[in-house]
Each structure stands twice: as structure tokens, then as C-alpha cells.
């Protein structure tokens, strides 16, 4: 029990614990019983082996009693709390001794070889180099190979020697050509959620810790955590489905359909050729709100198409299950409950492992059952369109399960659907699929190029609960949405751009104003205002007298298809020249009617493209 009006020493390190992995007690806001609990711990109680407590502490500090006024979820009191947090500090405390035990043995382990090294010849001196005697007597050679570490180290910037300027791991610079082909892609991603109804949002980059934990699986474990933390514990966020229902639960929304287009962060093992970073774009459409079943999740799906076809990317498939289905399979081979969903993430990687590495990871790391893992391994070979539902029904063990029953009616209706959607030859039902994030209650689906090897560039599903996890009472949101692969397209993109050779337009640039003799410069920025004016994208030479070569070289570099030269006698004429850069047949055009013959150059232009 709790001490009346202060709390022991225990109770404080059990609240400490608690907070280690929490900004406030009553989850992801600030509410009375945080209140309450701080007025129990006097600031005289804080000390250095409360690090937590005291952020806790100290933060809450900004807030008005107005504002911690929420009550907490049900069932949550100071009792329950300190339990907890008790718990898992001793959890914290067994885990800590343990790497404390693991460092000792290795660095005795060192030592022993260290000195075995060192009777054998030669003495090792303050700097860690080694001196060894010359038989002859007297005079001794160092070895320099540690002071040859610290000189590259200071080389790579750690010792104020030269810095080597690299991006950080899973991160990189984008070239303007990459960045022109970046442009183009998400103007058509846009173009096609706009088409679909959608409408935009922003979240922040990082979110409450607690917000984000809990909801990925076993990549949970891939969640960067930042250091400074301003009074709150704070991650970046892993992706955008979380935020978006934390949005929709904080707001108080019950429907809204849309898309948003942002950098979300992993700390995952890179792989530039396969498209995969630590940092990296991710487009998101999502539906919420109460609907009849699998219309919205067609949608998705029909979206997804949309934008490959666009893209003209080449043989498409769209993989498709159902959580209910699987959790029903599941059941059916003899999962343990609640082994349903690190199973569930087992059978995810079945994409980029063969079957045997799958069933050694649960029979050997999961210790599952081999049988129960071997009748598994039976179920998720199949594959096929509408007529596998019927399949799997004619299934006497599947028919008797009643979330098998109630998945694969939503599958075949969602099948339904897709075919009416003009998507029904891409969409494949597949119960290898499982995608292994925690907060899918429905329909899942993932899009695979036929050519290349860049793994899955589009997934997403249905997560009815997702929003309820942050509404103190539970309210439900019913959502379902895609994610598109975004990098994986550009690197498959980009090298086919690369393979190609041709140049890419960097710029827009419609028209460069050039000059054919010195002192023009003024007469070029008066006609560049009011090209700008009329909305024309135009540029010039930012040296006073260029040469007119150079200016015209320019434009053949940079793909600009038209460049209007001024001359002494054209401005006495108020005329000018229009050059069409890639033909460049020349004509002249009277100053007032420039504009007029200009953009009907440009539209016959872009209606050729």
C-alpha cells in the first residue's frame, strides 16, 4: 500500500521503473492520476537513481490543474501502476547485470589472451604499441599499428584531423535528375488519391514513445528512440498508419478519407539495391469510418493498380488474405492462442525465405510443435483466385471453424468486388501472406512486381481497432488503407533511367532569354519580368554581356525548348527572335504578340509529350 502523503524509497523506484518506458501514467496524455501520484513524491524525494521520476516530475510541472483533470482508463490506479513498474525494474535491473556479466567474461577473456601475447614477445607500452628487443641487443622497433588507428581516426573526423563527409547509414543525397524523376512519381501518386476523393493531412515526425509501441510485431524492436527528449519520451515515427489513428481518435473524427506523403524512419539493416533505408518516403491512403464490408478494401486494392499501371512498371500481382482466416488456420493446426501472432510473423517472412528457415524459426526459436509447424507448412502453399475459397471450404477441418467460415466470405466478396473494379486478373488469394504487424483485424494485401527483385512495393490492410487502442472508452474507428513502397519504385526506376542513358530535365524552364551583343542586360530583365508576370517559366545569364554560344549551349543542356534572343536592330524594330532550341529554326516575333505566339508553342509542346 501507499504510504498517506509521500511515498517510500521502493515505491518510488517502482514508480521510476514504471515511467522508464512511459511519459505519463495514464498512457498517452497527461491526466489526475499523474496529478495525484505527484503530489505524493516532493521534489526533496528526486535524486539521481530516479532519472525518470524526475523528468516525470519536473514535466509536469507546465501543465494547469485543468489539464490533468482526465481520468485514467479503467482499472488503472497508483496500486496498479507501482506493481507494474516494480516489475519491470527488477526485469530492467536482471538485464542489466546480465550484459554487466557478458562484459566481464569477455574482458577477462581479452586479458588472459593479452598477456598469453605478451610473454610470448615483447611488452606492450602506455600507448597500447608493442616494443620488441633486437637480438643484437639494446635497440627496439615499435609497433605503430594503434597509433596508425588513432591517425585514421582522427582522419575520419574524431581526433580534429580531416573529416570524411559521408551520409549517415540507410541515409542518402539525391542528385537533381533523381529528384526530377522523385517529382513526377509523386505527382502521379498524388493525382490518383485526389481521383479517388482523398484529401491531405500532416502528423509530426516523432510521436510519444507509448504511441508507437505495441503496434508492429516483432519490428518493434526497429523503432529509433530519441535521446533528447523534452520532458516527454519521444520516437520517430516507424510509419504512418499509427499517427494517422492517433489523429483520428485525438480529433474526434468518425470519417475521412486520406492521404499523406511523408519520411518515416528504421532502424533496419539497409539495402540500397533492394530500395530499403533508414530513412525513406512512405504515400499512405486510408479510409476510415463505418462502411459496408470490403467495399473501401477493394478500393485500396483498385488504387494500387492504378498507380502501377501509370508508372507502366510491368507485370503486376497483388497478394490477398484475411487475419480471420489466418488466425482460424492457425487455431486449426494447433497454435497455441497466444502464439497467434509471432507465428503470425514467422509465416510473414515466407516472401525472402524458403519454408525450411521458417518452420527452424518456429520450432527452434518459437518452440512450436514440428507437427503443428508441418500442417502449417501444408495450408500456406495454396494460392489462386475465387475458386480457392471453395477449396479451403470443401476442407472439413477449415468449414468447421467459425473464423474461417466468416474470413473466407469476406474474401469472396472482396474478390467480388475487385473484379468489378477492374482489378480482378492482378489480385491473387494467398495464404502465405500474413504481414506481420500487430494492429490488422481484416483484409490484407501486398503488391509484388513479376520482373526484378525488389520485394513488395505496395501493402496495406484493415485495422478496426487500431483507433480504439487511444480513446479512453474504446470508441472504434473502422479503417483500412495501402501503403505504396515508395524507394523500392524509385530504385527499380532509376536504374532502368540509368540503363537507358538518356538525360533527364532537371528544370522546367520553358523559355531562356538571351542576348546577342553587350549592354543588353536591362532590356533581358525587362522582358524576363514580364514573362514571370504572365506566369511564364523563363531564366537568363546572370553575367552582364554573355556570349551568345554559351547561352545557347546552355539550353541544349537543359532541355529548354524555346530561347528569345534580343538584338540592338530587333528592339529598334520592337521585334524578336524566337528560337525552337532542338530544331533551331528561327523566326521573328513582334514584341506585343510574344506572349500570345509563346503559349501556343508551349501547349502544342506539352500535347506532343
Given amino acids: ?62 501543465y494547469t490543474p485543468a489539464e490533468l483533470s482526465a481520468p485514467p482508463p479503467a482499472g488503472q490506479t497508483l496500486e496498479t501502476v507501482l506493481r507494474i513498474g516494480g516489475d519491470e525494474a527488477r526485469a530492467q535491473l536482471d538485464v542489466e547485470l546480465a550484459r554487466l556479466g557478458a562484459l566481464k567474461a569477455r574482458l577477462s577473456s581479452d586479458c588472459g589472451d593479452k598477456t598469453r601475447a605478451d610473454s610470448a614477445g615483447g611488452k606492450t607500452d602506455s600507448s597500447g604499441d608493442k616494443t620488441r628487443t633486437d637480438s643484437g641487443g639494446g635497440k627496439t622497433r615499435t609497433d605503430s599499428s594503434s597509433g596508425k588507428k588513432r591517425q585514421e581516426s582522427a582522419r575520419s573526423g574524431g581526433g580534429g584531423g580531416k573529416l570524411i563527409l559521408k551520409t549517415a547509414k540507410g541515409t542518402r543525397d539525391f542528385q537533381p535528375a533523381q529528384m526530377a524523376l522523385r517529382e513526377r512519381v509523386f505527382d502521379t501518386i498524388v493525382k490518383t488519391f485526389k481521383r479517388h476523393g482523398a484529401e491531405t493531412i500532416d502528423t509530426p515526425v516523432f510521436e510519444l514513445k507509448e504511441v508507437l509501441t505495441g503496434k508492429y510485431g516483432e519490428d518493434s524492436k526497429l523503432i529509433y528512440d530519441l535521446a533528447d527528449q523534452g520532458g516527454e519520451i519521444l520516437s520517430l515515427r516507424y510509419d504512418l498508419t499509427v499517427p494517422f489513428a492517433r489523429y483520428v481518435a485525438m480529433n474526434k473524427i468518425s470519417s475521412i478519407k486520406r492521404y499523406q506523403i511523408a519520411k518515416v524512419y528504421r532502424r533496419d539493416q539497409p539495402s540500397q539495391a533492394r530500395g530499403r533505408f533508414r530513412e525513406f518516403y512512405q504515400c499512405d491512403f486510408d479510409i476510415a469510418g463505418q462502411y459496408d464490408p470490403m467495399v473501401p478494401d477493394a478500393e485500396c486494392v483498385r488504387i494500387v493498380a492504378e498507380i502501377l499501371r501509370s508508372l507502366q512498371l510491368g507485370g503486376f500481382v497483388v497478394k490477398v488474405n484475411h487475419r480471420q482466416i489466418l488466425d482460424g488456420l492457425f487455431e486449426v493446426c494447433g497454435v497455441p492462442a497466444d502464439k497467434f501472432r509471432t507465428i503470425c510473423s514467422s509465416v510473414d517472412k515466407l516472401d525472402k525465405s524458403p519454408w525450411e528457415e521458417v518452420k527452424r524459426e518456429m520450432v527452434d526459436e518459437k518452440h512450436l510443435a514440428p507437427a503443428v509447424a508441418d500442417r502449417i507448412g501444408h495450408y500456406v502453399q495454396f494460392s489462386g483466385g475465387p475458386e480457392l475459397v471453395k477449396t479451403l471450404l470443401a476442407d472439413p477441418a477449415l468449414a468447421a471453424n467459425k473464423s474461417v467460415c466468416a474470413g473466407l466470405d469476406a474474401m469472396q466478396a472482396f474478390l467480388d468486388y475487385c473484379v468489378l473494379f477492374g482489378t480482378g486478373a492482378e489480385v491473387r488469394f494467398d495464404l502465405s501472406l500474413a504481414r506481420g504487424l500487430d494492429y490488422y483485424t481484416g483484409v490484407i494485401y501486398e503488391a509484388i512486381l513479376l520482373e526484378g527483385d525488389v ?83 523563363a531564366e537568363q545569364s546572370y553575367k552582364k554581356n554573355p556570349k551568345l554560344l554559351q547561352q545557347l549551349q546552355y539550353c541544349e543542356d537543359h532541355g529548354i525548348p524555346y530561347a528569345v534572343i534580343l538584338g540592338s536592330s530587333e528592339l529598334e524594330r520592337g521585334v524578336v527572335k524566337l528560337r525552337h532550341v532542338s530544331s533551331r529554326a528561327e523566326e521573328e516575333v513582334a514584341r506585343a504578340e510574344l506572349l500570345h505566339v509563346l503559349r501556343a508553342k508551349l501547349a502544342a509542346e506539352h500535347v506532343q509529350r
Fill in 455 to 537: 520485394g513488395s512495393i505496395a501493402g496495406g490492410g484493415r485495422y478496426d481497432g487500431l483507433v480504439g487502442m487511444f480513446e479512453p472508452k474504446g470508441r472504434s474507428v473502422p479503417c483500412v488503407g495501402v501503403s505504396i513502397g515508395i524507394e523500392r519504385l524509385f530504385a527499380l526506376m532509376e536504374a532502368r533511367a540509368d540503363a537507358a542513358a538518356g538525360k533527364t530535365r532537371t528544370t522546367e524552364t520553358e523559355v531562356y532569354v538571351c542576348s546577342a551583343q553587350k549592354g543588353l542586360m536591362e532590356e533581358r530583365m525587362k522582358l524576363l519580368t514580364t514573362l514571370w508576370q504572365a506566369d511564364v517559366k
Fill in 1 to 62: 500500500m501507499t504510504h498517506p502523503g509521500r511515498l517510500s524509497r521502493s515505491q518510488l523506484l517502482a514508480l521510476d521503473g514504471y515511467l522508464s518506458s512511459r511519459t505519463y501514467l495514464t498512457g498517452a496524455a497527461a491526466g489526475r492520476l499523474d496529478s495525484e501520484a505527484r503530489a505524493l513524491v516532493p521534489s526533496a524525494d528526486l535524486s539521481e537513481e530516479t532519472p525518470h521520476l524526475r523528468r516525470w516530475h519536473a514535466h509536469l510541472a507546465s
